[in-house]
């Protein structure tokens, strides 16, 4: 089992920045990917971005160039840069981690940009 818990959310005015952190623990396996999604209210869940262990990232085209996600291996936790935030931005935040077959969340964070 492994778990993934969130820090980092707030409320921001746009143009602004936050940093979310996501630690997981338990069992995992060297080969997996870690990333963030996102769900604003009458949404779907939606990609925001990902890393793999070997540290391809893959960004949702809405956030690119100003969302940075990264990963300390040694501390199997992964963190999402998010500069330059808009208003539209605004949602909960949650980390995922994939190792073929399993599938975990985290709890989410949330994030509000609004002046």
């Known amino acids: 089992q492994v778990q993934l818990v969130e820090s980092g959310g707030g409320l921001v005015q746009p143009g602004g920045a936050l940093r979310l952190s996501c630690a997981a623990s338990?069992?995992?396996?060297?080969?997996?990917?870690m990333g963030w999604y996102r769900q604003a209210p009458g949404n779907q869940r939606e990609l925001v971005a990902t890393?793999?262990?070997?540290?391809?990232?893959n960004y949702a085209g809405s956030v690119k160039g100003r969302f940075t996600i990264s990963r300390d291996a040694a501390k199997n936790t992964v963190y999402l840069q998010m500069n330059s935030l808009k208003p539209e931005d605004t949602a909960v935040y949650y980390c995922?981690?994939?190792?073929?077959?399993?599938?975990?969340w985290g709890q989410g964070t949330q994030v509000t940009v609004s002046s």
């Open positions: 995922n981690l994939k190792s073929s077959p399993f599938d975990y």
């Open positions: 338990g069992r995992i396996f060297r080969f997996n990917v």
């Open positions: 890393i793999t262990s070997g540290g391809t990232t």
